[in-house]
């Protein structure tokens, strides 16, 4: 499908503050007392929740990618194939990473005793549920810096004219997945977010 040849851009790392480890550092790090823990456990295949420990120190695995061409296909083409071999590689341990990363978060909101619990939206997503995600993030000091979305609840926000919504124009930044800004947030679309799932973020 022409959805899998378009190379994926990473999303889920705009919602997070990532931190180069140098070589040999473990990946040890201190803990909210109230909320404890959520990381990807060993492999990746699993979201692990640790609860009343004061840090944790995360499972290391590795997100790859392996595509694979005919030899002769090196010599058919007319364009470098090893280049965009490594190019489709790249998109799709950008892509894994962010299923990942987007699992994370949804199990972190939904499993958090600790979450303020919201009314579930029927129908199309309106302004004013989305106005409510902003109130409960602002009254605790935490502007929203970012909204994550598929494509089909994207369509949704496009509908509230520019009264609301002020459309992205760059076609640079649209391809990043950045489609405008909505009350000084940016509105990111991502495929890997699983439809019907809206993620609103604070600054990393």
């Not at 959805?3 to 070589?23: G, Q």
């Not at 595509?67 to 894994?96: I, S, W, Y």
């Not at 509908?159 to 990043?176: A, N, S, W």
């Amino acid at each position: 499908s022409l959805r899998a040849r378009r190379d994926y851009l990473s999303a889920a790392r705009k919602a997070f503050y990532v931190e180069e480890l140098p070589d040999g550092a473990l990946p040890v790090y201190d803990t909210d007392p109230e909320i404890g823990a959520y990381y990807a456990g060993e492999n990746g295949d699993a979201i692990v929740t640790r609860k009343a420990v004061k840090r944790v120190n995360f499972d290391l695995f590795e997100i790859y990618a392996n595509p694979e061409e005919r030899l002769v296909e090196l010599k058919n083409r007319r364009f470098d194939l090893v280049d965009r071999m490594k190019a489709k590689g790249t998109a799709e341990v950008l892509r894994k990473e962010d299923l990942l990363a987007f699992k994370l978060m949804a199990d972190a909101a939904t499993s958090n005793a600790a979450s303020e619990a919201l009314t579930e939206l029927s129908g199309t997503l309106t302004a004013s549920w989305i106005g409510t995600i902003f109130a409960v993030l602002e009254q605790e000091d935490l502007p929203v810096d970012r909204l994550f979305m598929n494509g089909f609840d994207y369509a949704g926000v496009r509908g509230f004219g520019r009264d609301y919504f002020d459309p992205e124009t760059q076609q640079v930044l649209i391809k990043t997945g950045v489609m405008g800004d909505l009350w000084g947030a940016k509105v990111i679309k991502a495929r890997t977010v699983a439809k019907g799932n809206l993620f609103a973020a604070t600054d990393p």
